[in-house]
């Protein structure tokens, strides 16, 4: 019987209270379970909820519910705070330390170790990925980006027809996704076109800097042709000419909140273009629509959960749970263990070359992902020969 | 046999094709259809589209696409412009104009009818509703609102969990609805909450001004309380201390195009509170997500096409396909033919007294229009005994 503290760190998705459900399913008949709050600061400052029968049972319930059921957030785990966390671990007897997260949580879930280890102090740590923008290493993808990538892409091709229908008001949708530095949600917003005249037409991606000079060209080419554009631009996309720029909004516990990036384009697109533009950001319903949960993605979030209990109560230690395809035609998906050091040194993971220059392969790769469900049209344009001839 | 042209205008909803291949089933087989192409626009400048088979089946194989497949667009309806679209329908030999739309649609329909009879023309007129923000006069309600509300109920729910869980990080958000007038949409927003704890904790109609300080004191004691604040408003909303000021973005067409108040409440709730706060547009999903359509609204919004065939056969004239409920306890619709004038003379609908004082009564007006299949969720806050106490 170990004493197993889980948490959920970094921002939320619409699956990641599925893995902590499986995990708690997993172990809680064998195990003592205890809960942190509000991912790292719980730890931090000893904010824990007691893995009652009750309580077990209400963290179950949520398995279907968007957003971190126990909180989780940002918080800033600075040196001090990890020597904090330690301390808190110890006084509660944890024996194990599970967190569900993304890059920068599996950094600390890495430093806790350390930290403990140098005091002798003997605890063991498994992370458990999450992510809506899939720039977490070490893995194939991870539980949140499905969802997060349907929700794009099925918005992408609603919104292009409502544009489309209103093209002699409005010309230009500007539609923001999230994606910090790496494009895959972004791409994710082209996987259901099938006709030239749908949107989106243009894609930006944090990887490729943009020519504002050529954006507008080809944009003003594409309202020529169809009557509107639609472009989708990741909120981390940069300027050619300008560097390192992006769009800083806010700045919250020192993280940078991006955002914006589509209010600018609208802003010129309208001065230089004289059409009518509307920015759109996609929003946090990419990380909580119930109604885009994936079911695949949803079922390997809860493979996710129920692997990382198997492998605590193996004694696995220092590990990740990641997925990896297994077969190269047909879609598999084996859990392996990763090295909490090799997720971290691989930092972020951007979109890779291959499948910026061939979208079809990308999207063949996403499509297992986004699951079944989603909608596809007719062709936009009407049958060629229905035009009503003059004089009638 | 009919010459029969038919047309969509005003902005689109998921539902609005729908309609319209519900109308062409049922009077495609004996009369002859002929297509406005962008609402008004076509029939001002005769741009039809021949209702070959072929162009017929293209239509209807558009009955589950969002937006309007004919193009719809807000085409500003001057005298010229009727006088221009009589002359149109009288070079096409037009026995019968069906148009499918909101308010501004029917007034024009109204004015098209006047200006054919003062001619001697005798032009059958037929309006089939549309909306998403339930202003739609002389109707219950009218197809495409009930998948509008039943995106604004489950997105809030989903993205209330979502800021629940982020917290610590961000503790205010301010989402934006559709409703230019009228408060049906907004208020939609609360369908769905169970708990206290949940969002939205505000909701912000048109037909009742906000004071700032109330707001805000408001949002202030709820952070304390909560630890976060969901506020909900319309796009229409206006401050009571400046009388009828809006946000205007743009002006197009001589349509002023709302929105941003939401930006304009993220900045001083930020400054005043000196909280985290974020202003989210819940956008064109409102009228265009097809993984939203209320299964009850489609059905209704086909039966009103199919009817609006049925009454054109039958020789109505100048009515509008209203829906009334027969019932004061189950749902039941019966379509009833309502003058165009009344609906006219009705104006802009606005949400009602006993609505906006008993939500619980709006509620369940609203059930029946969103339809079956919406998620709820357990509380929010896990069950009280499950704290560890100190020391542990």
Redesign the interface.
């Known amino acids: 019987m170990k004493r197993v503290v889980i948490a959920?760190a970094g921002?939320?998705t619409?699956v990641i209270n599925a893995t902590l459900a499986a995990f708690v399913e997993e172990v809680m008949d064998e195990n003592k379970l205890?809960?942190s709050k509000?991912?790292y600061?719980g730890l931090t400052y000893?904010d824990?909820?007691?893995?009652?029968e009750?309580?077990n049972k209400?963290?179950i319930?949520?398995k279907?519910?968007?957003?971190?059921?126990?909180?989780?957030?940002?918080?800033p785990l600075e040196d001090d705070s990890i020597i904090q966390c330690v301390d808190q671990l110890k006084?509660?007897?944890a024996d194990a330390l599970v967190v569900i997260g993304g890059n920068g949580t599996m950094e600390a879930l890495c430093k806790i170790e350390e930290e403990a280890t140098n005091r002798g102090y003997g605890l063991q740590v498994i992370g458990l990925p999450k992510t809506v923008d899939n720039d977490l290493g070490a893995t194939d993808h991870a539980p949140g980006f499905g969802s997060a990538a349907r929700y794009v892409a099925?918005?992408t091709l609603?919104?292009s027809?409502?544009?489309?229908?209103?093209?002699?008001?409005?010309q230009v949708?500007i539609l923001e996704t999230m994606g910090r530095n790496a494009g895959w949600l972004a791409l994710a917003s082209g996987f259901l076109r099938q006709y030239e005249e749908d949107g989106p037409h243009f894609i930006l991606i944090p990887e490729r800097p943009v020519k504002k000079e050529v954006l507008l060209q080809e944009v003003d080419n594409t309202i020529q042709k169809y009557g509107y554009a639609v472009i989708v631009v990741s909120e981390g996309v940069q300027w050619e000419e300008k560097g390192t720029w992006q769009i800083e909004k806010?700045i919250?516990?020192g993280r940078t909140?991006l955002g914006g990036i589509s209010s600018e384009m609208e802003l010129f697109i309208k001065e230089e273009l004289k059409v009518?533009a509307?920015a759109?950001?996609l929003?946090?319903?990419q990380?909580?629509?119930?109604?885009?949960i994936s079911p695949s993605d949803f079922q390997e979030a809860l493979q996710t959960g129920a692997c990382g209990g198997k492998w605590l109560k193996e004694g696995k230690n220092k590990i990740m749970v990641s997925l990896q395809r297994t077969n190269q035609f047909d879609y598999n998906i084996s859990k392996i263990p990763v090295d909490l050091k090799d997720v971290v040194q691989e930092g972020e993971r951007k979109l890779p070359d291959n499948f910026i220059h061939d979208h079809k392969a990308y999207y063949r790769w996403l499509a297992p992902l986004v699951g079944e469900g989603l909608?596809t049209?007719?062709s936009?344009i009407?049958?060629r020969?229905?035009?009503?001839k003059?004089?009638?």
Chains 1, 2 share one sequence.
């Open positions: 959920q921002g939320p619409s205890i809960f509000n991912g600061e000893g824990f909820l007691d893995g009652t009750e309580m209400w963290v319930e949520n279907h519910v968007p957003g971190a059921c126990l909180g989780s957030g940002r918080f006084k509660i007897e099925q918005t609603d919104i027809r409502d544009l489309y229908s209103m093209r002699n008001f409005e949708r806010d919250v516990n909140v009518m509307r759109e950001l929003g946090m319903n990380r909580s629509s119930s109604m885009f909608l049209y007719p936009p009407p049958r020969d229905s035009h009503v003059e004089p009638y």
